[in-house]
């Protein structure tokens, strides 16, 4: 049995509420073996609270990697993709190098990174872990588009997606790269095309925050996470 603990879920903005009030983060508890995605500037927990065993870093965002702008220092081995050490100011100590489509595998969790288009000046990454007893998430809080959904979408139970915007759409477009966020429908619409049964939202925006109450009438086949949910897997 896998435990997954939501660290955080708010995206970059302002705006928090109790529920919401910390960078986006997940922690997964399997076999006594606890692997942390992403560890951004407001975050509850230090490292030495949590006590993780492995970092996975999705992109050089601040709400997303300190090292951007603090210098923390850890022996936690931190996976990242050369793109995400080279923008930071700061770098991990324990740093691993990580490639798009490299699987590896930490204790009994297989981990696959690949491409999400999210950002043209911090390439981002989204992972996709599979748990022994045929559990399989994926987990991309920020992205327009996954490059390749029939290859990583396939045979997944538990999406973890972007909630930052519902209606408004905060896709850019720059010559003929797109960057932002996609919104949720468009996730929900991915779900059900590869038949994915648990849909969860975190990094959510303004817009979401404020429209939570209505959000479950709306789309009672995903929900929200909020900062320190748990669920078992
Ligand atoms: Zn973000
Ligand atoms: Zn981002």
Redesign the pocket.
């Known amino acids: 049995m896998a435990k997954l603990i939501f660290l955080g879920t708010k995206g970059?903005i302002e705006k928090e509420t109790l529920k919401h009030r910390y960078h986006s983060s997940i922690l997964i508890n399997f076999n006594n073996f606890k692997l942390l995605i992403d560890y951004g500037l407001k975050h509850k927990y230090k490292l030495e609270e949590i006590k993780p065993n492995a970092i996975l870093i999705t992109?050089a965002?601040p709400?997303?990697y300190i090292w951007l702008e603090e210098n923390i220092k850890t022996e936690v081995p931190v996976y990242l993709t050369e793109e995400t050490l080279s923008y930071g100011k700061y770098k991990p100590y324990n740093y691993r190098i990580i490639a798009i489509g490299n699987k590896f595998k930490l204790n009994f969790l297989e981990i696959i990174p690949y491409r999400v288009l999210?950002?043209i000046r911090?390439p981002?990454v989204g992972f996709k872990i599979k748990i022994p007893e045929n559990e399989t998430l994926v987990y991309n809080p920020?992205l327009v588009d996954i490059l390749d959904k029939d290859e990583i979408l396939a045979g997944v139970s538990h999406y973890i997606g972007d909630g930052s915007s519902l209606k408004i759409n905060l896709v850019r477009r720059r010559g003929d790269q797109f960057f932002g966020h996609t919104r949720i429908i468009t996730q929900i619409n991915w779900c059900k095309k590869y038949d994915i049964k648990n849909i969860i939202f975190t990094h959510l925006g303004k817009e979401v925050i404020e429209k939570e109450e209505e959000f479950s009438k709306k789309f009672p086949e995903a929900i929200l996470a909020y900062d320190d949910m748990e669920l078992t897997l």
């Open positions: 970059e992109h965002h709400d997303h999210h950002s911090c981002a920020d």
